[in-house]
């Protein structure tokens, strides 16, 4: 059996093909428990504040969102702002979200 040039370059391709899929399913296998523990931690942050400020379920449900919205409000602000400017960003976003 002779091989040829085709044949080889073929085998070339499906092996870097099956290399770049495992390095893909490894990949995802790697952030998935990262992210059941992230969101534990979540959970227990929850349970936590929630508990610390006495919140009926009533409270909660209003509080929650608001508290989410903000968090991701303040993510927005750039670190590399001068100080005052961050604080005065930070400034609008709780006047924004208390209105």
Do not use: C
Request: a positive charge; hydrophobic letters at 40%; zero cysteines.
């Amino acid at each position: 059996m002779i091989i040829t040039q085709q044949q080889i370059n073929y085998e070339k391709y499906i092996l870097i093909v099956t290399i770049m899929l495992a390095q893909l399913s490894l990949k995802a296998q790697d952030t998935s428990p990262a992210n059941g523990k992230q969101q534990r931690i979540q959970a227990l942050y929850v349970a936590f504040v929630t508990k610390q400020l006495d919140l009926t379920a009533e409270e909660a449900q209003k509080f929650w969102p608001v508290h989410t919205e903000f968090l991701n409000e303040i993510k927005t602000v750039k670190p590399d702002l001068p100080e005052l400017d961050k604080q005065q960003s930070v400034l609008n976003i709780k006047k924004k979200i208390s209105k």
